[in-house]
Structure formats: structure tokens, C-alpha cells
Nanobody, 117 residues
């Protein structure tokens, strides 16, 4: 059974770069044809897809965040990482990593990130 676990800082200052890591167990991020992605949800708002990386290492981004977002992976650790630059209070949200072949079938528990000075 695939399990995902997010890790990273809970508090980030404005203008800094947020870095979150998703550690995957029960499956390899290079096999199985799945896509591995990041989704965030501000309190009281709809979830927002941020981007994803596929098993070949190609990455895809939400156009509204593309200029600030980067997703990479470490295959030796079976992890993939989100970096979001120039953060602002509007980036405060619960951040989730997720995976799936058709739709996001598996989710991590999420991690709260607050952007504040």
C-alpha cells in the first residue's frame, strides 16, 4: 500500500522559499506509471493543484504558479520535493502531496504552512 508523508517547516517568512518534501513508501516514484504531485488548500477555500512530476522525471505546473514553483525528485530516497519561491501570506495553506494514475488516489496527511513575519 502506497503511503505519502509530507515534511517541512510550518512557518516561513515572506519573500523566502518554501521547501517541502514528500517521502513515499510502498511504491517507487520511478515505476508504475503514477504521477506524483502537490496540492494545497487555504482555509475555507478550494484545493489548488500546484504541480506534479511523472515517473520519467518530467514536471508540470499550474500556470498561475509556474514562475514560482519547482518540483524535483531524489530517486535514491524515493522522495519528491516542492519549492515555492517569494512566498507571501496568501501562500498560507495546508499542503498535501498526492499520487495516482487517473486522479489523485493516494494522499499524504498534509502539513500546515504559515507565511508570516
Amino acid at each position: 500500500q502506497v503511503q505519502l508523508q509530507e515534511s517541512g517547516p510550518g512557518l516561513v517568512k515572506p519573500s523566502q522559499t518554501l521547501s517541502l518534501t514528500c517521502t513515499v513508501s510502498g511504491d517507487s516514484i520511478t515505476a508504475n506509471g503514477a504521477v506524483w504531485g502537490w496540492i494545497r488548500q487555504p482555509l475555507g477555500k478550494e484545493p489548488e493543484w500546484m504541480g506534479a512530476i511523472d515517473t520519467s522525471g518530467s514536471s508540470y505546473y499550474n500556470p498561475s504558479l509556474k514562475n514560482r514553483t519547482s518540483i524535483s525528485r531524489d530517486t535514491s530516497k524515493n522522495q519528491f520535493t516542492l519549492q515555492l519561491s517569494s512566498v507571501a501570506p496568501r501562500d498560507t495553506a495546508e499542503y498535501y502531496c498526492a499520487s495516482g494514475k487517473e486522479g489523485w488516489s493516494t494522499w499524504g496527511k498534509g502539513t500546515q504552512v504559515t507565511v508570516s513575519s
